[in-house]
Structure formats: structure tokens, C-alpha cells
């Protein structure tokens, strides 16, 4: 159940509760000061009249005085009853519809009286007896009933006015109770909602969200420790990123600067190797071993530039129009591996991407293939509206189910016992930052590695077959 | 919570409108002298008066004992006291007792009632009444004394204003 909802019940059942009661309360007490009064004028009037008779002159009274006693009582309501021992007299009722509880009461020697339905006229009826005195305390009976009878139209109207406003007031602090809730779970929720916001915000990446803090009550407690939270937060990360930023640029200073040295060092070793041959023994090993460790420190180096080109992203696709088939039969031939392939290039694939870039990704996975797998390492090109596929399978064992998930981590080495190899350790992570340059709308290329079901590996590239000249940034 | 509930509803209800109610007393009933003698019959079990012709104590008491007339048994009218009993005023060291020519003893609470009331109405200022018999003499008694009798328990309303 919601916040809103349960502030709304809470303030519906208050109001409920507390206007039940009191107008409960009121009411019931107006209704009783209505009929005590009613009762009260009824019985007044009754001994009132009554008294007129005394002193009593005869017993029984004179059929006059009854007769004047009714006409006079049956003038103060709607009917009026005299009884003594067998006689009667009576106007506007019958003396058989009195009560017998009623009866029998007026002999205590009090007024008594009681509410009756007359068929739909409540009505009430006082009754008493006259008693004679001597005046020392001396009290008795004389015999002479008499009754009054009075109709509580007038009462009952005011008493159904009365229930009609205790509803009417109910029904309207229901309402103002209602809208009371609705303000104040306005009050409570925005601030709530807000906070939701800022939370979905920070946690998609937007560090900079905060919440607006209003007053002083918990709420806003809350917005402002999520605020300091924020702040913190954001610091440290960008405190972070600039540390990393500081790392990739250090690798990328140092790599430029390796760049001059190594190119002075390149020609030197290349003198060497010219002169290789004429030197003896030792001295001819170790010119031409400083010549290949100069060569694949070299192209380590041109690879560390490479990646760190793609993490501070000014690498920029040069796309063009091109026949894959083409691109990758030059990738082939360029590095002398056309009689070691299997080639599948059907001819007639055009594509718009960048041709540099698949010839470094086809030449790193051909060049992983051939230097890990087993011959036969086989090239396969497909195509379909969307995308352009390029399968490098070799048939050799297969990788690790460990080492699939990293094969395309930097400096990572599947075979941990050979320390050294002819790649610099970058080359799958280069062809797989290549393939995600590539990208057409959200659809992204992608480089994957598997292990086919007959063993062996099989790596996948996926290009946007027309690609977008977007460069990645970052 | 619940028993509240229903509670408060049931009361809104059963208080609605104007209802029927049981019998409520409220003041005493309006009381006065009476000019004409008077004896005092039965009906039922309460006091009834009776007018009589007739001066003196010993003659109304003389109409006591005979009884209610023809008419009055008609009308519902009935007495205790025995007619054969003859009852007779005196002075005793200053105080007024009735003598009856039986054991007052023997006689019914209402005949004795029936007795003390005919006394007291009969004479102005009499105060309590003694019965006395050939060798009893019972309490001082009062005319429909309520401090001598229970009052009936009714419920009890507002005293209405005389």
C-alpha cells in the first residue's frame, strides 16, 4: 500500500472516529434535551391543571369538574384521559389504549410518563393521581387518575434535522479530512519522489545529481546526506579518472618518446643485419638477436601506441567503399600467408568500413591462428544485408573454457609456461577495439571468440556492412 | 477496536428518532386537602377515600366499620376492618388513641391503615395516631406513611417541576 493511500485511510478513519463521536455525542444529547423538555412542559401542564381541583370538595369529584378537567387538559395536547374507580372521561383518546404498565405506575404516587407509537405518531403520555393530604404528611391516594397525551411530531421533525446535520457534518470532515490527507502526502511524497530521481540518476552514471533540500524535518535530513553522499562520490570518482587519465597519458609519453630512439636504433640493427653475416660466431648471434628483439620491441611499441590511441580516443575510422574479398586477399598476400590459408572470400561483398583497420584485424587473427593453432587455418567471408562476417578457424585443440572470456584482454598470455612469444600481447585487444569503431546506428561490431564443436578455435568478426564515420569518443 | 465500532453504531441507531420508551416517575404526584369527612375503604390494596354525612371522629369511625355502601362495593370498593369491631376516641394522658373492642393485634396492616387515616383526616393537626386494645397498645402510626412503607422502585427520571 502506498504512502498516499495509508495517510488517506489515517486521516479518512480519524475524521470518522472523532465526528462519529461527537456528533454522536451531540446529537444524543440535543435529542434528550428535546424530549426532557417536551417532557418536562407536559407534566408541568398536567399538575398544573390538576391543582385546579383543589381543595377537593366532594369525592368523588363532580362529573362537571371531570368533565371541564378533560376539556381543559385535552386543550394542552392531542388527548386527555380522567379516570375514577368506575367513571371516566376522556377527549381525543380512549382510555383502553393507555398502557397497563402505565397504570399500574401512576399509583406510586409520582408523575410518571412514556413514549408510545400511536401508528406512526410517537407519542407521550404523562399520567398521575391525586392524592389528599392533611398537610401534617399525611398522604393518600384519592383515586382520580388523570392522563395527558401529547404527539412528538414537532420533536421527532427537530430530532430527524438533528440526525440530517450530524450526517452532514460527518459527510463534510470526511471530505475536508480527505483533502487535508491529499496535502499532506504531497508534502511528504515530493520530497520522496525527488529523491527517487536524484538516486536513478546518480545510479546511471550522472554524479552531479543532487536533490533541492527544503526546511528542516527528516525529509530533508535525508536529501541532505544523500547530497553529501553525492558529492563525496563524484570526487573520488573523478579523482579516479584522472589518476587513469594520468596513467594512459604516462604510457603514452613514454611510448612516443621510445618512438625517436628505437628509430635510431632500427637503422643501426639494420646495418647490423647487413653485416651480420660477416661477423664470426658470437658476435654474429648476438647482432642479429639485438636486430629481432630491436624488431619486436619496435612493434610493441607502434601496438602501445595504437591502444592508447583508442582509450583517449582520437581513433577515427577512415571508411571508404570497399570489396572485402579484395582487403583481405592483400591482407593475405601482404604477409605471405596465402598458401597457409584456406581462403572462402566469395566475390562481389562491398561493404563500407575502414580497410586499414579490417586488414589489422584479419592480420592479427590469421597471425593468432598460425602462431597457436593447427593448420588448416581457414578464412571465411559472409554477408547478409546488415552485416559483414569474417571466421578465422584454425584446428588445434581449442582454448581453455578459463581463457575464453580473457583472450582478448591486454598483455594476456593463454599459455602462462611460455613467457615469451613473437606477439607483443596486444594484438587480439587491438583487433577487438577495431571491430567496436565499426558501428551503424546502435548496432556495434563485435569481435568473438568460441571453440568450434569438432575442436578447434573460432574467432568471429561482425561488421556494420555500411558503416557510420563516427569516431569513437570517449 | 471492532467491538467499538459496532458499538458506536448500534448506540447511533437505537438513539435515532423518538422511540418508544419504558415508564419514567418523575416528580410527586400533585396533592391536596379535602374539604368533605371522609372514611377510607379498600381498593385493591390502597387507600380509597369515601365521603360520609357526619361530624365527629367516633361517628365516622362507627361508618368505617359498617363497611362500604351497595354503591361503593359496586364501584370496587372493599374494607379489612371487621364490621363486628366497635372503635371508640379517647384522651390517654393527653394523647388521642383509638380503642378497638378487639386485639389491635389481630387486625391486617390496611385495616389498621384504613383506621389511622379515617383519624387523621378527621382531625385537624392529629399527628401520629395510637390503636390501643383491652390490653395492647401499639406504636404511634402514620396516615400512608411513607417513612413506614418501601416506596416502589421505578426508574427514576428528571423530577418534573410542581
Redesign the interface.
Given at each position: 500500500m502506498g504512502l498516499r493511500t495509508r495517510l488517506l485511510l489515517a486521516f479518512a478513519a480519524l475524521a470518522v472516529v472523532t465526528t462519529?463521536?461527537t456528533a454522536?455525542v451531540l446529537?444524543?444529547r440535543a435529542?434528550s434535551a428535546v424530549?426532557?423538555a417536551t417532557?418536562?412542559a407536559a407534566?408541568?401542564a398536567l399538575?398544573d391543571r390538576?391543582?385546579t381541583?383543589?381543595?377537593?370538595?366532594?369525592?368523588p369529584p363532580r362529573r362537571a369538574d371531570l368533565e371541564e378537567l378533560v376539556e381543559g387538559l385535552s386543550d394542552r395536547g392531542s388527548g386527555a384521559v380522567v379516570l375514577f374507580?368506575?367513571q371516566q372521561a376522556s377527549s381525543g383518546m380512549h382510555p383502553q389504549s393507555l398502557?397497563a404498565?402505565?397504570r399500574s405506575?401512576v399509583?406510586?404516587?409520582?408523575?410518571?410518563?412514556?413514549?408510545?407509537?400511536w401508528g406512526d405518531t410517537?407519542t407521550l403520555l404523562v399520567g398521575?393521581?391525586?392524592?389528599?393530604?392533611?398537610?401534617?404528611?399525611?398522604?393518600?391516594?384519592?383515586?382520580l387518575e388523570v392522563y395527558l397525551a401529547r404527539d412528538?411530531l414537532a420533536?421527532?421533525d427537530s430530532?430527524?434535522e438533528l440526525?440530517w446535520w450530524a450526517g452532514a457534518v460527518g459527510a463534510g470532515s470526511l471530505g475536508l479530512a480527505a483533502a487535508l490527507a491529499w496535502v499532506a502526502a504531497r508534502g511528504v511524497l515530493r520530497p520522496v519522489r525527488e529523491l527517487r530521481h536524484a538516486a536513478r540518476r546518480l545510479g546511471e552514471g550522472d554524479l552531479s545529481a543532487r536533490v533541492t533540500v527544503r526546511g528542516a524535518d527528516e525529509l530533508a535530513e535525508v536529501g541532505r546526506t544523500f547530497n553529501a553522499t553525492a558529492q563525496v562520490l563524484e570526487h573520488q570518482v573523478n579523482e579516479l579518472r584522472r589518476m587513469e587519465a594520468d596513467a594512459r597519458r604516462f604510457v603514452a609519453d613514454v611510448s612516443h618518446e621510445l618512438r625517436t630512439p628505437l628509430a635510431a636504433m632500427t637503422a643501426v640493427t639494420d646495418v647490423l643485419d647487413e653485416e651480420a653475416g660477416d661477423l664470426p660466431g658470437d658476435a654474429g648471434r648476438a647482432a642479429r638477436l639485438v636486430s629481432s628483439e630491436t624488431a619486436n620491441l619496435t612493434r610493441l611499441v607502434n601496438d602501445l601506441i595504437e591502444v592508447t590511441r583508442f582509450d583517449s580516443g582520437s581513433a577515427a575510422l577512415a571508411l571508404d567503399d570497399v570489396d572485402v574479398a579484395a582487403i583481405i586477399r592483400a591482407c593475405l598476400r601482404s604477409r605471405g600467408w596465402l598458401d597457409q590459408v584456406e581462403a572462402d572470400l566469395p566475390e562481389g561483398i562491398t561493404a563500407r568500413l575502414d580497410p586499414r583497420r579490417l586488414d589489422v584485424i584479419v592480420a592479427n587473427l590469421v597471425g593468432n591462428a598460425l602462431r597457436h593453432g593447427e593448420p588448416p587455418v581457414t578464412v571465411r567471408l559472409t554477408a547478409d544485408e546488415a552485416w559483414v562476417m569474417v571466421d578465422v578457424e584454425d584446428s588445434g585443440p581449442g582454448m581453455d573454457d578459463a581463457v575464453l572470456p580473457h583472450v582478448f584482454d591486454r598483455f594476456f598470455k593463454a599459455d602462462t609456461a611460455r613467457s615469451r612469444s613473437q606477439g607483443s600481447g596486444l594484438g587480439l585487444a587491438i583487433a577487438w577495439e577495431n571491430a567496436r569503431l565499426h558501428r551503424k546506428g546502435d548496432r556495434v561490431g563485435t569481435l568473438t571468440a568460441a571453440n568450434r564443436p569438432g575442436g578447434g578455435a573460432v574467432f568471429t568478426l561482425a561488421l556494420p556492412r555500411y558503416g557510420e564515420g563516427t569516431g569513437e569518443k570517449r | 477496536m471492532k467491538r467499538a465500532v459496532v458499538g458506536c453504531v448500534l448506540l447511533l441507531v437505537t438513539a435515532c428518532g423518538v422511540r418508544p420508551s419504558g415508564v419514567i416517575a418523575g416528580g410527586a404526584a400533585p396533592e391536596g386537602p379535602i374539604l368533605a369527612p371522609v372514611v377510607f375503604f379498600l381498593v385493591g390494596d390502597s387507600l380509597a377515600p369515601a365521603v360520609r354525612r357526619s361530624e365527629g371522629v367516633d361517628s365516622l369511625l362507627g361508618w368505617l366499620t359498617a363497611g362500604p355502601t351497595m354503591r361503593e362495593r359496586q364501584e370496587g370498593l372493599r374494607s379489612e376492618v371487621p364490621s363486628g369491631v366497635t372503635l371508640r376516641e379517647e384522651v390517654r394522658d393527653g394523647r388521642r388513641v383509638i380503642t378497638a373492642s378487639v386485639d389491635p393485634r389481630t387486625l391486617s396492616p390496611l385495616a389498621l391503615e384504613q383506621i389511622v387515616c379515617t383519624v387523621a383526616f378527621a382531625v385537624d393537626g392529629a399527628g401520629p395516631v395510637i390503636i390501643a386494645g383491652e390490653s395492647v397498645t401499639l406504636p404511634p402510626r402514620w396516615c400512608g406513611d411513607q417513612r413506614s412503607r418501601p416506596a416502589e422502585e421505578l426508574p427514576t427520571g428528571r423530577v418534573a417541576p410542581r
Open positions: 462519529t463521536i454522536g446529537y444524543w435529542r424530549l426532557q417532557q418536562d407534566a408541568t399538575t390538576v391543582k381541583l383543589l381543595p377537593l370538595s366532594s369525592v374507580r368506575g398502557p404498565e402505565l405506575a399509583r406510586s404516587g409520582r408523575v410518571v410518563w412514556q413514549r408510545v407509537m410517537p398521575t393521581e391525586l392524592r389528599i393530604g392533611t398537610g401534617m404528611g399525611d398522604s393518600v391516594p384519592s383515586g412528538l420533536e421527532r430530532i430527524e440526525t | -
